[in-house]
């Protein structure tokens, strides 16, 4: 996988709406999705590739127009997690990162990937 720390530097700031991450937050955010360098996006991708082969798209997977979720499978196979991250930033989905980090991946949570 390749070093993602130069995209996190303004990920959480360019959210779409302030509500997407209580500014109390984003710090918390910015330090999990550095914390465990690219596993969020593709553990993220592994779950929207299966909801969708279930035909359960996730939300935000199923609002992309084809090109975006081929770019996005396309990151997932060559296991670019700087890619996912580059794509959902430019399609406004950042938060979907946060969330699923906070949700899957906080020390405390179930299931830890």
Known sequence: MQ???YYYYNVLE???KPCDVPAAHLQEGF???YHYGGRVEMDLMRRAEAASSNNDPLHWHEALDDEQRDKL???YKDENPAKILK???RNGYASVLYHHAREVFQPDAQGVA
Request: charged content about 20%; aromatic content about 0%.
């Open 14 to 16: 360019s959210l779409e």
């Open 73 to 75: 499978l396309r990151a």
């Open 3 to 5: 070093p993602l720390s």
């Open 31 to 33: 330090d999990l999705l």
């Open 87 to 89: 794509v959902m930033q």
